[in-house]
């Protein structure tokens, strides 16, 4: 079935260190969804990247969409505390139905001020 | 406000209890759906509906079952039968096919 993987699993930074990470398919998506997770929280959706190639920014964040469709990053410049929590990918169409997500397991990016 | 409520958010249960969590949404969403989060891992696909009246198993239905008689309700009922119940448990609806989706804020059942 699909899976996807991201890495790394952890990250620390120092507050004002940048950070990516890098999320991998094994199939083709339709579209690539990026979700961040506060702890204690739920995932909140950030943004759906949906042709090759595509580059988005949301103010420090920078994600980008593999030319094959295949993989995607998210790279945050100059991080703040405020930027701690786990960013999960995901991609529809496992199990053969684009209802369905195919999460991550995720980056768990933590800050020191 | 529109959004996704579910309830409680702790939820404590004896081994060998069935037990029902609610999810409420009034974003006028046709699919829903239920996630199983564990520490340190990702999200694991329960149970989702496209539509009313219709729903499907996802990756770790075993010991789970779901209804979802109207639009805006999909209760996840965790019985017995399933062998590690306790975990964080999030539902989510979504405008329709490959949409982004939202989600609730979570309810935390342990059983012991």
């Known amino acids: 079935g699909q899976q996807v993987m991201q890495i790394p699993q952890y990250q620390h930074v120092q507050e004002g260190e940048d950070f990516t990470t890098y999320c991998n398919s094994s199939?083709?998506?339709?579209?690539i969804q990026w979700y961040k997770q506060r702890p204690g929280g739920h995932p909140v959706f950030l943004i759906q990247?949906?042709?090759?190639?595509e580059v988005k920014k949301q103010k420090r964040l920078t994600f980008q969409f593999g030319e094959a469709k295949k993989n995607s990053s998210l790279h945050i410049t100059a991080t703040q505390t405020t930027d701690v929590g786990t960013y999960f990918c995901?991609?529809?169409?496992?199990?053969?139905?684009?209802?369905?997500?195919?999460f991550g397991k995720g980056t768990l990016l933590t800050v020191n001020p | 406000d529109g959004g996704i409520t579910q309830s409680p958010k702790y939820l404590f249960r004896k081994e060998g209890q069935n037990v029902t969590l609610s999810c409420e949404q009034n974003l006028n969403h046709d699919a829903m759906y239920w996630y199983r989060q564990d520490p340190g891992q990702g999200l694991r696909l329960i149970y989702y509906s496209q539509i009313v009246n219709d729903f499907q198993k996802g990756d770790i239905a075993e010991g789970y079952s779901v209804s979802r008689e109207k639009k805006e309700s999909f209760p996840l009922t965790v019985t017995s039968a399933q062998k590690n119940p306790t975990a964080f448990y999030l539902c989510?609806?979504?405008?329709?096919?490959?949409?982004?989706?939202?989600f609730g804020p979570g309810t935390r059942l342990t059983v012991t």
């Open positions: 995901a991609g529809p169409g496992g199990g053969g139905s684009n209802y369905k997500l195919t």
């Open positions: 990247l949906v042709k090759s190639g």
């Open positions: 199939t083709t998506l339709s579209n």
């Open positions: 989510a609806s979504s405008d329709g096919e490959g949409y982004e989706q939202y």
